[in-house]
């Protein structure tokens, strides 16, 4: 039979390397979702926007002498880190809904039917690269923020280990965003369901009586202001929780619900 | 053609057992069994809305079954120990970061399986797709995704294969392409199973057909008994012009409705219409005759009369 095409089959694998003992775990699903982030533009130009907001914003905020008289130096460098927040939970979001859009899903799965270490994979690289860009950037804000800002007039704060919290602060939004998005699917729904869980404790404290230090706190958004230690971060905003608690409490309902996204992933059909 | 090579295994490779999919109330798989074995390209036949592509993505584990198993090798496949190199599965050419090159691709697949990065090479070369490797996938035709999704579905070298309508969106070359290429995987012992409604093409690379009609099998038979035994065959019978006369006669005498040929023969339906009686008739007549053929119908019309009372989405009169 002659056909058209190439006559070379591709040679067996087990001829190019030995047959694979154990199984496709979740260090190789790790790499392909770093090379999956590197290779999709639209993660990428979110990540380096994330990264740049924070300076980006001290350098107005230097430019516009638009530094309250009673805050400290790291809170004023720090005015973009809610925007970098709103920005990680996208990035977050992101991951999960671009597969959902292009369909591309269905092939992760097909390469890696586990679907636990898929979700696994893009949330360890998800965080680590958030963590990084975050502990950038906030650190480049901080720097430009000494440079540029009035250190007489002005208690320098404490950057350390509060730049560590923010970096993580911003990685565990990151993760909320993947849940939310695993969740939700469409990357419009996803953003706007992550904005509002980002928001909404902060609107809704007041109306929780006693516990509204606990709503407040449990917000991710007033967990990074306290870190930042701004002069925004009032009781009355964010709650009177102090920043690494707030940070715990989002931590740990950040957790549930991954673990819960997750059972969903697994449960739905792609 | 090569020449058939022993078989890897006479182990069913893929093996459905009472599936049933439900959404619902209604059952779009309904208690499926059957089983394929390796060195065979099976062909997967169905009006749309048949359950095929349910079917497909229950075997490959995108979605669960409401009861029964889809087993690979004996095992479902979401606990295949390396996916990519047991299972090669082409579901959907749009399967595709549009953003991601070809390379892009087939890396990340590459990557979660620990395939060698020298495959993707080899797999890009094997699908003619090497000039194009690094151009976004958003800008190739549907003839060039196929290919793509061909080029994953071959990169861990898997000795099951499983294709949804992969022809879909090939040019005439492509097409004789992909046959050569489904024809030399069943030859080298891999399990082949290949969803598609070109009917002609099932008929060229088929080997065994497996039918389903509203969730539910019709017919699981190799390509060759389905079509002998399904259909009566027509018989053309030819003779000399100087004999014309006697086989006009016998011909009129016969149990079959006789329709004239080019001036010199009759093509024959009904029960007398069986090659072998008709020898011996025309031999006991003694009527040499030129042409005795029997012709059976093309696959497409013994499927549409296989499948006609089963079509869910019959268009109105």
């Known amino acids: 039979m002659s056909d058209g095409g190439d006559d070379r089959r591709p040679h067996p694998v087990s001829e190019v390397t030995a047959a694979g003992e154990g199984r496709a775990g979740w260090r190789a699903a790790v790499g392909a979702e770093l090379l999956k982030l590197r290779g999709t533009r639209s993660l990428v130009w979110t990540l380096v926007a994330t990264g740049l907001v924070l300076p980006v914003l001290a350098v107005v905020v230097a430019l516009t002498g638009s530094l309250q008289p009673d805050d400290t130096i790291l809170g004023a460098g720090l005015t973009g880190a809610v925007l970098a927040q709103l920005l990680a939970a996208v990035v977050g979001a992101l991951t999960v809904t671009g597969e959902h859009a292009h369909g591309t899903l269905r092939t992760t799965f097909l390469a890696q039917p586990r679907r636990a270490v898929v979700v696994a994979a893009k949330a360890v690289v998800v965080a680590g690269t958030v963590a990084v860009v975050g502990l950038a950037g906030s650190g480049a804000a901080f720097l430009l923020g000494l440079a540029t800002l009035d250190r007489a007039a002005h208690p320098t704060g404490d950057p350390w280990p509060a730049l560590l919290g923010i970096a993580l602060t911003l990685a565990v939004t990151a993760l909320l965003g993947l849940a939310v998005g695993a969740v939700v699917r469409r990357s419009a729904g996803a953003v706007a369901a992550v904005v509002g869980v980002l928001l909404a404790p902060s609107l809704l404290a007041p109306l929780a009586g006693d516990l509204q230090r606990w709503v407040a706190g449990a917000s991710p958004a007033a967990a990074l202001e306290k870190l930042t230690q701004t002069s925004?971060?009032?009781?009355?905003?964010?709650?009177?929780?102090?920043?690494?608690?707030?940070?715990?409490?989002?931590?740990?309902?950040?957790?549930?619900?991954l673990a819960t996204?997750?059972?969903?992933?697994?449960?739905r059909d792609a | 053609m090569p020449g058939r090579r022993a078989v890897r295994t006479v182990d069913p490779m893929i093996e459905v057992r009472e599936l049933t999919k439900r959404y619902g109330a209604t059952p779009a798989v309904d208690r499926l069994t059957f089983s394929l074995p390796a060195g065979q390209v099976t062909g997967f036949l169905g009006p749309n809305g048949a359950g095929k592509s349910t079917t497909l993505r229950l075997i490959l584990g995108l979605a669960t079954p409401t009861s029964g198993t889809a087993t690979i090798h004996g095992r479902p496949y979401r606990e295949l120990a390396w996916p990519l190199r047991e299972v090669g599965a082409l579901v959907d050419a749009g399967d595709v970061h549009d953003g991601h090159t070809a390379r892009r691709h087939l890396q990340i697949l590459a990557r979660s399986n620990r395939?060698?990065?020298?495959?993707v090479d080899e797999v890009l070369e094997a699908t003619g797709l090497t000039g194009?490797?690094?151009?976004?996938?958003?800008?190739?035709?549907?003839?060039?995704?196929?290919?793509?999704?061909?080029?994953?579905?071959?990169?861990?070298?898997p000795g099951v294969l499983v294709f949804d309508e992969p022809m879909n969106g090939l040019d005439t070359d492509g097409i004789r392409w992909i046959r050569g290429l489904l024809r030399r995987l069943a030859d080298d012992g891999r399990t082949v199973l290949l969803s598609s409604h070109l009917m002609r093409e099932m008929e060229l690379v088929a080997d065994h057909l497996v039918v389903i009609g509203q969730g539910r099998l019709v017919a699981d038979t190799p390509m060759r008994r389905l079509i002998e035994d399904r259909a009566r065959p027509e018989v053309l019978v030819r003779a000399a012009a100087a004999d014309h006369a006697r086989?006009?006669?016998?011909?009129?005498?016969?149990?079959?409705?006789?329709?004239?040929?080019?001036?010199?023969?009759?093509?024959?339906?009904?029960?007398?219409?069986?090659?072998?009686?008709?020898?011996?008739?025309?031999?006991?007549?003694?009527?040499?005759l030129v042409e005795l053929t029997p012709r059976y119908p093309?696959?497409?019309?013994?499927?549409?009369?296989?499948?006609?009372?089963t079509v869910t989405h019959r268009a109105a009169p």
Not at chain 2, 115 to 119: E, G, S, V, W
Not at chain 2, 298 to 309: D, F, G, I, N
């Open chain 1, 232 to 257: 925004d971060a009032t009781a009355e905003t964010v709650g009177a929780l102090g920043g690494w608690p707030s940070l715990l409490v989002v931590v740990l309902w950040t957790a549930g619900l």
């Open chain 2, 298 to 309: 093309s696959l497409e019309e013994v499927y549409t009369q296989m499948t006609h009372a």
């Open chain 2, 115 to 119: 395939l060698p990065a020298a495959r």
């Open chain 2, 132 to 157: 194009v490797a690094d151009r976004r996938v958003g800008g190739f035709s549907l003839g060039m995704r196929q290919r793509l999704g061909i080029a994953a579905a071959l990169l861990g070298d």
């Open chain 2, 247 to 288: 086989l006009a006669a016998l011909v009129d005498r016969l149990d079959a409705a006789a329709t004239p040929v080019d001036g010199d023969g009759w093509l024959l339906t009904g029960p007398a219409a069986d090659p072998a009686r008709l020898g011996r008739l025309a031999l006991d007549h003694g009527i040499p």
């Open chain 1, 261 to 267: 996204a997750t059972r969903l992933v697994e449960r």
